[in-house]
Structure formats: structure tokens, C-alpha cells
């Protein structure tokens, strides 16, 4: 039945065979019935309220395989039932300090699941302590799930989390310095690059950091990662450290850092928009337009004057024209004009 719905076929027929399969006591009976009917079945299908009770037995169950299980299946069909019914019990089991952390792990992505689909229904009312509490979680993969969940809750509610700042903080300032980071979780060297995008996306719902203590914290921090990085060969490692350096350039400008940081900022994407590689080269010149319109720079941005000149004549139009449009007082306009206008005669030649 499966396969046959992967195939881009309707499957109307079996679906109840695929439910009582999940009230099997055997692990593989139960495996096939919860990926087939979360496959299978929508939300709103009359036939998962069959099986709430199934689920809900399994979540508080002792058996950790099957609370796996259990929790994938409500994440992935997310409906407004189960967030009614199984969201406290999802709740406490990411709190629980007696379930592992692979358990604690789904759960968190199914709670993230379940607030997204249905913020009205899920309760999450005192939940700024347990957040706070969740955040000095020493396993990376719940630390990675846990985060998530917070960027959706302040990103309805940032006044609720103040108390939360400081261990962002934290957390940012012990992946920067690789400190108690397990080889499972490094990246190419960089210690878990998806957690540290995730924390400083996390910031930037904040509108400032008052304490200053934390506040240098996090500059300190910001300034390693703005150091550290720089173009290899290795694309793979590029994707990664790229990915954490433009989260960390987001924050910087968020935050309207000190002056002497934007030099910093400015000279690194300048090395950026000077490679070969024209993904690289565009990343550069899209970051370097974001900063430009939100911090006084103009002047730092002129010196790479003849570099973003240059790559107005990259083969993509679009980047040309994205370019001008994003930078018009950086360009000397007859210049600029002369290559547009070559590139639409050619553009419109080959049409």
C-alpha cells in the first residue's frame, strides 16, 4: 500500500488494517501501522480518532521504541485533536529527567510540530521557566530540538522569555569555543553548525541586550566566528561555516553592534565578493546590501567600489540588475548603465 502511494497513486483501501496494526503488541507490526496511517492519513481523517487512545498509551508507556514511534506519527500529522489530548502528556515527557535523550528529542520536535499547527490549543502558559530550565540541557540533539521550540515561542511572545537570555548566550559562547562538544556533533570542525545558527536566529527576536556583561559575551563570541572563518576548497565546510558567519553578520547588524565591528564586517565580505566561485561572490554582495541599508557604512562599502563592478559583469543578469538597484549610491552610474544595457542587447538577442 505504501509503495503503491509513493508511486503517486490514490490508495482508498486498507486504512484500517494499517490502524489496528498500531495496538499490535509486536515492534514490527506496530512500525508499519504508524508509518503507514502517518502517511497515509491526514489530519482531519475520521479514522485517526480510532487511535488516540493507542497513541496516548503508547507516549506514557514504558517502552521507549514505541514512544518513538508514537511521537513521530502525532509530529507528522500534527492534527487539532492530538494537540488537545497528547500535547501535556508530549510535554512532560520533554521535561522528564528519567527519559532518555532520544525520546526527549522527539518530543520536542512533536510539541514544535503540534504549538505550529494549533497555537491556540497547545499550553504553554509558565512555560519561561522550564525553558530556561531546558537550556542548560547538556545533550546537543535535545539542546538542538529545545531551541527550536523556542524560536517559535518567541517568536509569538518575546516578553515571556527575557530570563532566557543570558543561557543563549551561553550556549553560543560554549559551541564557539568548542567546549564539551562530542565528535558526533562537529561538522567538518565546526561544532554543531545547525545549533549555532539556530541560537543566533533565536536573538534576533530581541530587540537588546541591556546586561553588559552578556552583551560583551556575545560580541566576544561574535568576533571568533567573524575571525575564524574564511574560503577552502572544501565546499562542504564552506556550506557550514558560511552558514553560521551570515547568521552571525544578521546578528551583528540586528543588534547595531560597536563601530569597530563593521569594518570588521565590511572587509570580510569584501575578501568574499573578490573568489571565483560565484555562489560565494554573491552571498558577499547580498550581505553586504542588507548591511548597507541598516547601518552607516556607505563609506567602508566605497572601498570595494571596483570589485562590485566587476561582478556586475557575471554572466546572471539578475544579479546585475539585483545589484544596481541594492547599491545605486556605491556604483558609478555610466558604467553601470553601459554593462545593463550590453546585457539586455544580449539577453534579448538570444529570444
Known sequence: MLYIYMLGYDVDFGHMEAISLISAPKYPEKQVGYIVTSSLLNENHDFLRMVINTVRNDIIGRNETFQCLALTMVGNIGGREFAELL???VQRLLISSSCRPLVRKKAGLCLLRLYRKNVDVVNIDGWSDRMAQLLDEGDLGVLTSVMSLFIALVSNNTEAYWNCLPKRVKILERLARNQDVP???????????LLQVKTMRALQYFPTIEDPNTRRTLFEVL??????????????????SHAVLFEALALVMHLDAEKEMMPQCVALLGKFISVREPNIRYLGLENMTRMLLVADVQDIIKRHRAQIITSLKDPDIRKCVHIIFSMPAL???KITLKILRRKLERYYHLY
Not at 568576533?223 to 557550514?240: H, P, S
Open 87 to 89: 500535547a501535556p502528556d
Open 183 to 193: 565528535h558526533e556533533y562537529t561538522y567538518y570542525g565546526i561544532p554543531s553548525p
Open 331 to 333: 556604483v558609478i552610474y
Open 223 to 240: 568576533q571568533r566566528i567573524l575571525m575564524g572563518t574564511d574560503v577552502v576548497k572544501n565546499v562542504n565546510k564552506n556550506n557550514a
